[in-house]
């Protein structure tokens, strides 16, 4: 079955802190993908990565960061949180090639920056 | 026209009933399409891919008009656990190394009542 992990569910940080999110998939998919989703605005695209140490930005990449060292690991990086990242935090993957392979998403990560 | 937009909802509709949503979308070069199915505070899952005209699972049916670029999901016989968030999903612009960037709309709310 495939599996992608997000490690942290629930996380409350201050204003200011660094925040690391981290996703492991056992699918050996090349392509990771950063989600975000809020009320009313679904699933925008924080960051993409299509193989280990390449990236690419997504729609809403600023104040964000990442990190792909492995190829099964794609880490989410707030280098300096702002209550306006409060939100939930969706790691995804999928194998590379056209546009009809499916995106398999991890559980969500539900960050609160107080 | 947004790259993707659904009707919010919520459609309240009692057990048994048959229910369409319907999606439009604004690149016309899109081929592929997806639904996926979101439960509360759950992560996104696939529910139906649509390549062609149509796509029939049980009592799910995608159908996918492109001269008037919308795709539509319809649920028959509705069940209590069908009650969920569905999730229209149109690839976008191509990303680099062959990645495939997903458009998502905000969803469609239904709740399926006794």
């Known amino acids: 079955d495939v599996k992608v992990t997000q490690s942290s569910r629930y996380l409350v940080k201050r204003t200011g802190e660094k925040v690391f999110l981290e996703c492991v998939q056992d699918?050996?998919?090349?392509?990771m993908f950063w989600y975000r989703q809020d009320p009313g605005l679904g699933l925008r695209l924080i960051y993409f990565?299509?193989?280990?140490?390449?990236?690419e930005k997504g729609d809403i990449p600023e104040g964000y960061s990442v990190s792909r060292e492995k190829k099964e690991r794609f880490s989410l990086i707030l280098e300096s949180a702002s209550t306006n990242q409060t939100s939930m935090y969706l790691c995804?993957?999928?194998?590379?090639?056209?546009?009809?392979?499916?995106?398999?998403f991890g559980e969500g990560s539900w960050l609160t920056v107080v | 026209r947004k790259e993707v937009e659904q009707d919010p909802g919520p459609f309240n509709v009692p057990e048994g009933a048959t229910v369409a949503f319907n999606c439009t979308y604004s690149?016309?070069?899109?081929?592929?399409f997806f639904w996926y199915r979101q439960d509360c505070r759950k992560e996104p899952k696939l529910l139906m891919s649509?390549?062609?005209s149509g796509n029939e699972d049980g009592r799910f049916t995608a159908q996918l008009n492109r001269a008037s670029q919308y795709i539509s999901l319809l649920i028959r016989d509705s069940k209590l656990s069908d009650s969920a968030t569905y999730l229209c999903?149109?690839?976008?612009?191509?990303?680099?190394?062959?990645?495939?960037?997903?458009?998502f709309g905000t969803g469609t709310q239904l709740k399926v009542e006794l």
């Open positions: 990565s299509y193989d280990v140490k390449m990236k």
């Open positions: 690149n016309s070069a899109s081929q592929s």
């Open positions: 699918m050996d998919h090349e392509n």
């Open positions: 995804a993957s999928s194998l590379r090639g056209g546009s009809g392979n499916t995106i398999y």
């Open positions: 649509v390549y062609s």
């Open positions: 999903v149109v690839p976008g612009v191509g990303l680099t190394g062959g990645g495939n960037k997903l458009t």
